[in-house]
């Protein structure tokens, strides 16, 4: 099997449910199981700023799908939970990204593995530090790779409030 990390994202409607939806569906994914899910990030956006906070999580997966099958199947499951593809980095219902996928690099039109700007963003790499604090990306530690960023006003959140973290 395959080891894969994806990120999960959302700003829009029942927040936590839509997670948890996603989780589910990923969890009916054909010889794939869930290893690992982090704590919830509650993040300012990126990119396009005019929007609500996002939810992030990372997952951590075993899977014997390709990983062209794999963003299918994600790619189906955003369908399902209804996102619209309308402002680039803008509000959405659910995002599920690739980030790494076992230690292979793919740079074809459909699908970047490493996912190209996770070293950029800190709403990936905290709850991917969640799963594993020893995780190296492309021959860097992940530690040093969030050391080199500035604060992103990520919070871990929770039913009883937030708690700062980056």
């Known amino acids: ?13 029942d927040r936590i449910k839509n997670i948890n939806d996603a989780i589910d569906n990923i969890r009916r994914f054909e010889d794939t ?14 990119g396009y700023i005019n929007q609500e906070k996002f939810l992030n999580i990372c997952v951590k997966i075993n ?30 219902s659910i995002d599920i990204d690739i980030l790494l996928y076992d230690d292979i690099i793919s740079d074809d039109e ?30 860097e530690n992940i530690k040093d790779i969030l050391s080199t960023l500035k604060e992103q006003g990520i919070k871990e959140y929770t039913e009883n409030g937030e708690k700062g973290v980056w």
């Open 1 to 13: 099997m395959h080891s894969v990390y994806l990120s999960i994202g959302t700003n829009m409607g």
């Open 33 to 46: 199981n869930i290893v690992k899910v982090s704590k919830v990030y509650e993040t300012e956006p990126w």
């Open 63 to 92: 899977t014997n799908l390709s990983p062209h099958s794999l963003l299918e199947k994600c790619q189906e499951v955003e369908n399902i939970l209804h996102r619209e593809r309308i402002i680039r980095w803008g509000p959405r």
């Open 110 to 139: 459909k699908l970047i593995i490493p996912h190209p700007r996770m070293k950029e963003r800190a709403f990936v790499l905290v709850p991917l530090m969640d799963i594993d604090p020893n995780l190296y990306i492309q021959g």
